[in-house]
């Protein structure tokens, strides 16, 4: 395997998890770092107990009025819950505010990412926002959205400068194969220390960083 095919950017998708590299893209039910040393995901790393991320305050404000995208990441303490109302409850109990449905909706891959980044993994494993990615790429200037054809079209373009773009594999849609092969070029420019970062550099009550990168 290439040095290149080592670093992989990845999504979470309807079959589970979407993984692209140089070498091309699979859907996997279970995440997992085999045979990566550095790993882009579109999953909050670094998880807080104590109110909002700088990291997404920051990332928000880069994308303007796309910031809605990214969403707050979820308090660590509701990790474990399996429904929204017990979710609710903890949250606010912990943190004083509530979370969103779409927040509780990302938490079972949330843990899933967060167990194996504390399993002693030897990849180094990275945060990133696609959007942030696609606003990078665009030079700073915003896109239509990820939902309609131009908006598409474009970041398809962005990206075919870069990649050779495959069909979605079964378990992904299009715009699945667009944000993780965003997700690959800013961890491929995190590997070579040319990124830019969102966040003040705190970690969270298990020493991960809170930080996104594109």
């Not at 107990?49 to 880069?62: N, Q, S, T, W, Y």
């Not at 303007?64 to 979710?87: E, H, K, N, Q």
């Amino acid at each position: 395997m290439s040095d290149a095919n080592r670093v992989a950017g990845v999504d979470g998708c309807r079959g589970g998890w979407i993984i692209a590299t140089t070498a091309g893209v699979r859907v996997s039910a279970r995440l997992d770092a085999g045979g990566v040393t550095h790993m882009g995901v579109d999953m909050p790393i670094g998880l807080s107990d104590a109110g909002p991320r700088v990291c997404d305050i920051e990332a928000r404000k880069f994308l303007g009025r796309d910031g809605s995208s990214v969403f707050p990441a979820p308090p660590r303490a509701i990790l474990g819950c399996v429904d929204y109302r017990t979710a609710l409850d903890v949250a606010r109990s912990t943190t004083g505010r509530g979370i969103s449905k779409q927040t509780f909706n990302i938490t079972a891959k949330v843990a899933e990412l967060d167990w194996l980044i504390q399993s002693g993994t030897d990849c180094e494993i990275v945060e990133v926002h696609p959007e942030c990615s696609f606003r990078t790429l665009n030079a700073g200037e915003p896109l239509p959205s990820k939902k309609t054809a131009l908006g598409q079209e474009l970041r398809r373009q962005l990206l075919a400068a870069h990649f050779d773009l495959p069909p979605p594999p079964r378990g992904a849609a299009p715009d699945d194969v667009l944000d993780a092969y965003a997700v690959l070029w800013s961890t491929m420019r995190f590997r070579s220390d040319v990124h830019r970062q969102f966040g003040d550099g705190q970690l969270d009550d298990r020493g991960i960083p809170m930080r996104i990168i594109c």
